[in-house]
């Protein structure tokens, strides 16, 4: 295998990562907070976040790994499916936690869906565990909006 660039997304990577997201990622059904606008907003406010891992040029995993100054979040943990086992997300989350670690941050926590069973063993085998007795609670914000009558 050719091996594996990581780097932080740029904002003419854009439109490519929410192509890739559409083939790699769960939950796709995100137009509203997927978008390039949403994006754009990520990488102005922390141009560090969208952290990609690439071969020949070619994306291939990314990961959203956001400080807000007190907690370590990550988001959006994709890879293709035809680059799976191959350590490109364990690469991805290697990087993600030395950038927290850079921040000061003590812990990690990801945003990983209950149904999306295909995720659960790579966050497992980085150290990732669910914690039961933490729920998300959401409430869309005016002007945002939902999807299907939940909350984006």
């Known amino acids: 295998?050719?091996?594996?660039?990581?780097?932080?997304?740029?904002?003419?990577?854009?439109?490519?990562?929410?192509?890739?997201?559409?083939?790699?990622?769960?939950?796709?059904?995100?137009?509203?907070?997927?978008?390039?606008?949403?994006?754009?907003?990520?990488?102005?406010?922390?141009?560090?976040?969208?952290?990609?891992?690439?071969?020949?040029?070619?994306?291939?995993?990314?990961?959203?790994?956001?400080?807000?100054?007190?907690?370590?979040?990550?988001?959006?943990?994709?890879?293709?499916?035809?680059?799976?086992r191959r350590g490109i997300g364990r690469a991805l989350l290697d990087a993600a936690e030395r950038r927290f670690a850079g921040f000061g941050g003590h812990r990690a926590d990801a945003m990983v869906l209950a149904d999306n069973t295909i995720a659960h063993p790579a966050w497992a085998a980085s150290g990732y565990a669910p914690q039961p007795e933490w729920a998300r609670w959401v409430k869309p914000l005016p002007g945002v909006g939902s999807r299907n009558g939940h909350p984006i």
Not at 26 to 43: C, I, V, Y
Request: charged share 25%; proline share 5%; glycine share 6%.
């Open 1 to 84: 295998m050719t091996s594996v660039a990581l780097r932080a997304a740029r904002l003419a990577d854009i439109p490519a990562v929410l192509d890739f997201w559409k083939v790699a990622a769960e939950d796709t059904n995100r137009a509203d907070s997927d978008s390039a606008p949403a994006l754009e907003r990520l990488l102005e406010r922390d141009p560090g976040a969208l952290l990609l891992a690439e071969v020949d040029g070619q994306i291939v995993g990314s990961l959203i790994a956001g400080w807000d100054g007190w907690r370590c979040h990550l988001y959006r943990f994709a890879v293709h499916p035809d680059q799976r």
